[in-house]
């Protein structure tokens, strides 16, 4: 191994050390935590990378979700859909690379018209907002025409054009119990809307919840047993879940939101051990930021999420390729801004 204290004059070597000083409290492959020697190999990318940005005036959105050194080696903005959001709202770039998944992307393109929106791959898809199409949303209107329509934001911007209201996990308790309709029409998660009727019991406000049937493929297979066997184990444990889980798991659990609330639910606590019921990332992101709390196993992969690589960002910035780039239609894209635009009122 290179010794790499007195190399840190040479770019690359300089490079190294500072992706190092996040990475060390990460693993970059199975059992293998990163260290001088892998960081020197990604060195030269994240420069080129963060070169290319400054050539282009351009942006990098990372969710929480994506791999590390994407957000800590490229990322300008780190955070959950609604902080991206509010992001892409204000971005003065001439480019914005949204590294997450296609509809944070679209959702980008939708508050920010004139800008171009890129995305490392095209199949980073959703299984929610796969799950539910324009076509579908009018179906369900036209069985409840009195409803109004509130899509959760991991949906496509054809689903937002139906809709009246957007929310994110961060805003859906507020935003629903507001609304001057009882009837709700909520799409695409079945099971966020499971925990949006338990809320509204709770807070005494009555509303009917009616939604379609998609689930996130990896919210949904977390249970009541694994939360069991944790707190056997591991006694002071405190169970963090998001809102997509199912509303067995979300009972069971010391705290529910959004992946921003609950990283600051870890950062602002004391226990022992946290388990963490979400995508895997959010756990990278506190070990690197919270490296004194101790997470048990236990989250899952987002193949979509791992689809952002350095690799792929560096192409979609240096030479976007058409699949790459969000285009809308411009009449379907006022109508989706409209709920979106409508969701940023009422969360303020
Ligand atoms: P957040 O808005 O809480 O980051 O959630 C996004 C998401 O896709 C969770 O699976
Ligand atoms: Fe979609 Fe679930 Fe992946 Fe989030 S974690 S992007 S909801 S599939």
Redesign the pocket.
Known sequence: MKPFAQKANDPIEAEALRLLRSLMHVECSADRKWNIETCREIAPLTLEINQLKQEKNAVILT???VEPEVIYGVGDFK??????ADKARQAKADVIVFA??VF?AETAKILSPETLVVVPDRDSG?S?ADSINGEDVRNMKALYPDAAVVCY??CTAEVKAESDVCV???NVYDIVAGLPERRILFVPDRLMADNIRKEMTKRGVDKEIISSDGT?L??EEFSAEQIAEARRTFPGLKIVA???CTSEVAGLSDFL??????MNYVKSTNAPYYLML??CG?VGRLAIEDPEKNFIGGCRL?PY?KMNTLLKIRDALANPQPEQVITLNEELRQRAAHCIERMFELAT
């Open positions: 969710h929480s979700y955070g959950d859909s609604y902080y991206l997450g998944v944070m959703c929610l934001i991991n994110t996990s961060s996130c990896v919210h998001h809102p997509e939101g959004s992946t921003g609330e609950m979400t995508e959010l987002c999420m």
